[in-house]
């Protein structure tokens, strides 16, 4: 039987292991994927450190994967062999929840991921059910397209969803993976964009992603700030920082929110006379289906957004990991199989 290298973890905080392994068979209603680009995502620890509930082991990450059909399941429609995909967070809903019976995919209370309920892409080869998939554009290389199934889809939906119009003042907390990805969306959607980070040596790149103010965390005031340019509609919080979020609220406008998408484990603290005075409030954003993350490649497109990322083959996963894990990425890691 053919055989294909993989990437696995085996126990939580187990190392990674390269190996070789039977390419599987798609089931019906499923797809084999040739990968060809796989990001590297900080959600992936719930895979490395068996942090997620009903995770089973040996266990290959990945879950902002490209690549190429080349096999197919019996009762899949409308994908061909050959055809370039992509699959991100969302990797399968059980379409009988109440959340699936109403058409809202993404909080399906069974839904599947990537790398967590199956294999994912740290590998040559993987399996994947026909609903998680998305068509990616010709103008998109498989590597840029890898990043934005899941950072690119959960800034830009977290975005287009928050009721922002053109013209609005949104800022955007933190200029790292999620970040410098949320600045070109915001700035390209029309907004008025601050970007929010640590130190001024980030204010550069900021202002080269499309931000028009940058306010530097460590030396300024973030919410006295974004008051003096006249209150938020939305601060997109990226960050993993839940301090950092609570000293933006006092900045948000008359009805303005704090739209989180960067898991944080500690609360987020706030006053109550700051959401009550001005009708501020907090929420959150869990990424999107297939069809968000085609909406997100074809954005990304037509306004010439792309992600910064590093690549590293597929054998030295291990390290693009811990590089990721220390962010010392420039901004997102993407391994590739050379396929």
């Not at 993987?126 to 690119?152: H, K, Q």
């Not at 977290?158 to 993976?177: E, F, H, N, P, T």
């Not at 944080?264 to 968000?292: C, N, Y």
């Amino acid at each position: 039987m053919a055989r294909m290298r993989a990437v696995q973890v085996t126990s939580a905080n187990g190392p990674f292991e390269l190996i070789e392994r039977d390419i599987p068979e798609p089931a019906a209603r499923h797809v084999r994927i040739k990968v060809q680009a796989c990001g590297v995502c900080h959600s992936d620890s719930f895979t490395k450190m068996g942090g997620y509930p009903g995770l089973q082991f040996p266990r290959v990450p990945g879950h902002e994967v490209v690549g190429i059909i080349d096999a197919m399941g019996a009762d899949v429609p409308n994908w061909k062999l050959g055809q370039r995909v992509g699959v991100g967070w969302h990797g399968g809903h059980c379409g009988h929840c109440p959340s699936c019976r109403r058409g809202d995919f993404i909080t399906c209370l069974y839904g599947k991921v990537p790398g967590i309920s199956y294999d994912g892409g740290y590998a040559e080869q993987m399996i994947a059910p026909f609903e998680a998939l998305a068509s990616v554009p010709d103008e998109l290389s498989s590597e840029d397209a890898a990043p934005l199934l899941c950072a690119g889809i959960t800034t830009f939906n977290a975005l287009r969803y928050s009721g922002v119009r053109a013209g609005d003042l949104v800022a955007v907390l933190g200029i790292g993976g999620l970040g410098h990805l949320g600045v070109q969306f915001a700035a390209k959607m029309g907004c008025r964009t601050v970007a929010i980070a640590r130190g001024k040596d980030k204010e550069p790149l900021a202002r080269k992603l499309g931000a028009h103010h940058y306010i530097d965390s460590t030396t300024q005031n973030v919410a006295a700030e974004l008051t003096r340019l006249g209150g938020v509609r939305i601060v997109l919080a990226t960050v993993t920082n839940s301090k950092a979020m609570s000293d933006t609220v006092g900045g948000l406008g008359t009805d303005g929110r704090l739209l989180i998408v960067g898991a944080a484990p500690e609360p987020v603290e706030v006053s109550p006379f700051l959401l009550i005075s001005a009708r501020r409030g907090l929420a959150g954003w869990p990424s999107g289906t297939s069809i968000d993350s085609e909406d997100t490649l074809a954005f990304s497109v037509l306004t010439d957004i792309r992600p910064m990322i590093e690549t590293m083959p597929l054998e030295r996963a291990a390290e693009a990991y811990e590089k990721m894990m220390r962010g010392d990425a420039r901004f997102r890691m993407v391994l590739t199989t050379g396929q």
